[in-house]
């Protein structure tokens, strides 16, 4: 069975900096593309990065370019999200979810609160 | 980037109705649409790609249909458990980009 699970979301300044993890579980790992999607309160969906399975294509958001990372590390299935500079609007349920296209496989999201 | 636009922003159905939900492209995605539930407190949950796939285990009476910039989902009969939030989303540029939302609500 596919889990992905994500840990690492907190109350941070604005400013500040978190890193996010999605542990994957329940398949190759390797092999698949992953991506960040957030969704802030009461608001829709907004994807925010794409990594391929080596790491050597990436593509972030314009709204967080420049100061989210995505990176991942396919000997421990686990992909990460590094997050500076902050802002309050960055307030969102992030998610992580498997696959370049559509989004099949989902975790059950992390809280990222940016409040001073 | 590319904008997707749902409508109605909210429909009211009664059980065993059917409902149908629509997803405009500000520019052509061609078939590469996804449509999405999610339920409060939970994940998106994939209901159909490629404009008209069901993911696995999604019910018949879910389909969808279109092309270019104009999609539909269509519910033929709402069950209890359907009254949720959908989102479509376009994978055929990137960014990829989300619809803003249709809640389906009990009438």
């Known amino acids: 069975e596919v889990q992905l699970a994500e840990s690492g979301g907190d109350l941070v300044q604005p400013g500040g900096s978190l890193r996010l993890s999605c542990a994957a579980s329940?398949?190759?790992?390797?092999?698949?593309?992953m991506n960040w999607v957030r969704q802030a309160p009461g608001k829709g969906l907004e994807w925010v990065s794409y990594?391929?399975?080596?790491?050597?294509?990436?593509y972030y958001a314009d709204s967080v370019k420049g100061r989210f990372t995505i990176s991942r590390d396919n000997a421990k299935n686990s992909l990460y999200l590094q997050m500076n500079s902050l802002r309050d609007e960055d307030t969102a349920v992030y998610y992580c979810?498997?696959?370049?296209?559509?989004?099949?496989?989902w975790g059950q999201g992390t809280l990222v609160t940016v409040s001073s | 980037e590319i904008v997707m636009t749902q409508s109605p922003a909210t429909l009211s159905v009664s059980p065993g109705e059917r409902a149908t939900l629509s997803c405009r492209a500000s520019?052509?995605?061609?078939?590469?649409l996804a449509w999405y539930q999610q339920k409060p407190g939970q994940a998106p949950r994939l209901l159909i790609y490629?404009?008209?796939t069901r993911a696995t285990g999604i019910p018949a009476r879910f389909s969808g249909s279109g092309s270019g910039t104009e999609f539909t989902l269509t519910i033929s009969s709402l069950q209890s458990e359907d009254f949720a939030l959908y989102y479509c989303?376009?994978?055929?540029?990137?960014?990829?980009?989300f619809g803003q939302g249709t809640k389906v609500e009990i009438k």
């Open positions: 989303q376009q994978y055929n540029n990137w960014p990829r980009t």
């Open positions: 990594t391929s399975t080596s790491s050597s294509t990436i």
């Open positions: 520019q052509s995605v061609s078939n590469n």
């Open positions: 329940g398949f190759t790992f390797s092999t698949y593309t």
């Open positions: 490629d404009t008209s």
């Open positions: 979810a498997r696959d370049a296209y559509y989004y099949a496989y």
